[in-house]
């Protein structure tokens, strides 16, 4: 279990540098150099922000008088079925 979570931990911290590395290009003005190793830090990126958006919106649209643990189990299981 910790190795697993020590992948997802490096994983993040890859995308992010990725990521961090294309912002900085363009926060400098320079011509933006996308090498494949960013390409997939963004998708990847963009595809866990549609999951939290999507949970989001299906929480913000759950009736107040339910039981408030069901839409975080329904965020929980759509950020599983995200990781799998």
Known sequence: ???LTSDRAQTF???HHAIDLLRNQRE???TIAL???AALAILQEVDLL???A????HVA???TGAN?????MNLRNSIRRWKE
Do not use: T
């Open 50 to 52: 549609q999951i939290v």
């Open 13 to 15: 911290s890859e995308r």
């Open 54 to 57: 999507q949970a989001a919106e």
């Open 28 to 30: 400098l003005g320079e």
């Open 35 to 37: 090498y494949p190793g």
């Open 61 to 63: 649209g759950f009736p």
């Open 68 to 72: 408030p643990d069901e839409p975080l």
């Open 1 to 3: 279990m910790q190795s």
